[in-house]
């Protein structure tokens, strides 16, 4: 299983950026994948995810109602729409999946795989 993140970059505070994440090796309709991001010098913390089969979303208080979490199960890729950042979004951001439940949909520990992660810094 392999996870390809992309679409990291430097925006002005307000903008938006599409952050995206094409996954081989696992249908992501089967899994639950996530978005967690880990700014420097702090604990990687969960952003967005996508619960396996019902396609439930749930958001971090932080970023709802500005990040918006999608898949496309024909191209087995997921995404992360960010609209009106802030600098305290700056992070690296990273995909996942795995078998988390909804207890433990925000615990990193929940996922199996992870792709690389992509960077976002967002001035002011």
């Known amino acids: 299983v392999q996870l390809q993140a992309s679409g990291g970059g430097l925006v002005q505070a307000g903008g938006s950026l599409r952050l995206s994440c094409a996954v081989s090796?696992?249908?992501?309709?089967?899994?639950?994948t996530a978005w967690f991001r880990q700014a420097s010098g702090k604990e990687r913390e969960f952003v967005a995810a996508i619960f396996r089969h019902a396609g439930s979303l749930y958001y971090a208080d932080s970023v709802k109602g500005r990040f918006t979490i999608s898949r496309d199960g024909a191209k087995n890729t997921m995404y992360l729409q960010m609209n009106n950042l802030k600098p305290e979004d700056t992070a690296v951001y990273y995909c996942?999946?795995?078998?988390?439940?909804?207890?433990?949909?925000?615990?990193?520990?929940?996922?199996?795989?992870w792709g690389q992660g992509t960077q976002v810094t967002v001035s002011s």
């Open positions: 090796g696992r249908s992501l309709t089967g899994y639950t």
């Open positions: 996942a999946t795995g078998r988390a439940i909804l207890s433990t949909i925000g615990n990193g520990q929940a996922y199996d795989y």
